[in-house]
């Protein structure tokens, strides 16, 4: 039973495991105040340490996080990552900012006929706001 409401995003995350320099860029599946989901290429194995960066680039959010569970579905792997080391002003922020997004994704459809999938509409908000989101409220680091 989950304790938290997941919420379907497609921002970027930069995933990096903490004995490993390399790190890979791919797209949340979802996020709530207790973690997130995302697709790999490679199994990650449970309980592994891991650096989250959203966006990558320029994060508004970095937190460590801990492999909570990872399942083979067909070519690649679904990932369950519990935040270990986030405080509660950090799982505010990033749950703000999924929500900003989607309805930056609404307003594009309703004012511009503009249909953006949840990865285009949030590559596209981080581009334009979210230098202003993160200075407006601080960088949240956890």
């Not at 497609?10 to 990096?16: F, K």
């Not at 309980?47 to 690649?76: D, H, N, S, T, Y």
């Not at 994704?105 to 509409?121: D, K, P, S, W």
Request: proline letters at 3%.
């Amino acid at each position: 039973m989950r304790s938290n409401i997941r919420y379907v995003s497609g921002l970027p995350v930069s995933v990096s495991l903490e004995e490993v320099v390399a790190s890979e860029t791919l797209y949340l599946n979802n996020i709530s105040r207790g973690g997130l989901s995302f697709n790999s290429m490679v199994e990650l194995r449970h309980g592994a340490v891991i650096r989250l960066r959203i966006p990558p680039r320029r994060p508004v959010f970095e937190v460590l996080g801990k492999v909570a569970w990872c399942k083979k579905m067909a070519l690649q792997y679904v990932v369950g990552v519990e935040f270990i080391n986030a405080n509660d002003k950090a799982r505010s922020h990033i749950i703000e900012m999924v929500f900003r997004i989607d309805d930056y994704q609404r307003q594009l459809l309703a004012q511009e006929g503009r249909n953006l999938t949840a990865q285009q509409a949030a590559l596209e908000w981080i581009e334009k706001y979210s230098a202003d989101f993160a200075g407006g409220t601080g960088s949240t680091r956890a």
